[in-house]
């Protein structure tokens, strides 16, 4: 009886508005990420078992073998779209042919396959985002095991009807591809497979967005207890009191809060440009740096800067919202309460960004994540390193805007009489007399 | 004035009023005068408007009607010049916990002085007025409440205002430390300094200042010397003058 008296009392207490909110935020975000994961696991089905292809052997064999090709993949409801490279440079190619990938047919095909060599072909895919799940096309495995499959029963097919098959061609079917791979990103390529990138860049891509959200978070407590500790402490009065403009005070605080994200932001990413330095020159000595540098995804200065730029824009925007949320503070309680709203709305972009390519969502989805200011911040690395710049430059012009609404808003508040009667809830406001 | 009181005033408050909501007045066309040197209490029940008037007299909330001159400047148009010439000191106001004392006074010294010398010269008298010696190397946190209104008493006057605005002075204090601080006020006071003092604690009250002013549902009822407020409604002292007054309305 008396434990549960106790219990009782504790659980009231512990599932507060905070946490219940937090619950919500994260059913909600995750099902939004839910969805978006599904959308993109169905395109990247759709698009693999859409193989866009190019014959550059033309011979009856590997006509034979296309038309096999495609009688297969028809069976699993896919196709195969002949298309025509007019020359060497894949990225100009894809971006004409508007695909993402090509599975190509050389010259000589034929004859390898008639010396029962193994045949190479090569597969051309773009990178367009470092996200798990945006890059869901990527690999040559399902074209390729068709292409092989329609290989052998050509093959197959072939020599049977001409009598049996030697050792030779036994061991030539047992592996009669062999595929090289040409990665795009932007309009850079280099001869590896797309999947062994995105293992290498998947640090990268995940870790701008965990330092971002940690810097929010950071930034929202730091600036909410700012604000807070000043009203709840009593000391807001005796400092406006003072022959100070309030102008001054404002400034003050965001200035020295500006400063500590900046510095934050600096070295965070001073740190991860030594991280990825560490990982990269770490393996195939310094192989993979150079593949990464020929495809334009290793970040120079002026783009760690840019990335670095916006992340602070993000944090002044958070600044300048927590001011406001410190203002509403009336207890220590309320205060960690009032860091809610900026937590779920970073969260929603955070959670998005590490899996999805935020670019390739739905329009009305991406605008509505786009709204989020932050998730510009997420979003800033994959959009530098992919020369994203519409997107880039937009959201960057976006922010500016955003921070100056905010900041006009903040000034507002913190220069009207509202700093002392602004309070959290409805009910408090009314029974609260400002006068005593 | 007599009782060697200066007729030059500090403070000129004409029709202060303050409206939260559309008809409802916190504070209405509250007017009294602070000369050079006296001690003026504002008196009255909770949510009598005491704190709105106080507030708007330091520039912490804006005035809906009227004004008040400080020393010749205007709460509405020189505010910050009025600031200049104030300090404020809140009800159960704090400070900041993770300072020591001595940084505390010297912070707000040299909020309020005009160069680097005055400023040492302002924590200097703060830190003689406070009392609290050596503990004023030690952080705020670790100060008891009585400590901690000291050394906001003593940053309110160190900078020997043209008008100190203390709320509640001696809240929090015990019998001795809220005598010596009414003595300091009265000493201060003689010494050309003017006091507005809000207060529950009419023997305070009658004991420390010049006149009084009893404030009641927004309103500024009656002014003037304790004596002859007794007298005036016969009463014994001052809570019963006080008594008679706000139940009057």
New interface residues.
Partial sequence: MRFMTLFKKELKEMLNLQNILIMVIMVVVLSMAGQGMSQAMEEGTEAMMEVNLCDLDDTDFSRNVVKFMTANLAKEEGSVNSVTLESDDYAKELKRLGVKNVLIIPKGFTDSVNNNETAEVRFVQKMTSLSAMGNQSTGSQIAVQYLSVAVKDVVYNVKQASGKLSQAEISFLDKPLKVSETTIVGSKSDNISSTLVLQMCSAQGMLVPMLMYILIIMSTNMMVNAVSTEKIDKTLETLLSSPISRLSVITAKMLAAAVVAAAQAAAYMFGMHNMMDSMLSSGGDGEYSQVLENLGLTLNAGQYILIGLQMFISILIVLSISLVLGILAQDVKSAQTLTMPVMAGAMVPFMLSMFLDINSLSPVLRYVVYAIPFTHSFCSSANVMFGNNTVFYGGLIYQVIFLIACLAFALRIFMSDRIFTMSLGVKKTKDKTPAE | MDNGISTEKVLEVKGLS?M?KKGVY??EKVSFDVHKGEIFALIGP???????TI?MI?????ATEGDAIVAGHSILTEP?KV??N????????????NMKGIDYLKF?AE??ADNKSQAEEYTERGRQICELGDRLNDKIQSYSRGMQRKL?LA?AIMSKPALAILDEPTSGLDIINALEIRRMIRKLAGEGMSFLLSSHNMLEIEYVSDRVGIIAK?HLLETGRAGELTEKYGAKNLEEVFEKVVTRV
């Fill in positions: 303050k939260y916190a504070s909770n949510g009598a408007g005491k704190t709105t507030r330091s520039t912490l909330l804006q910050e600031r200049k104030i300090t404020y000191l809140p009800d159960e106001a704090g400070a900041y916990k707000m909020l309020y906001l940053r927004g």
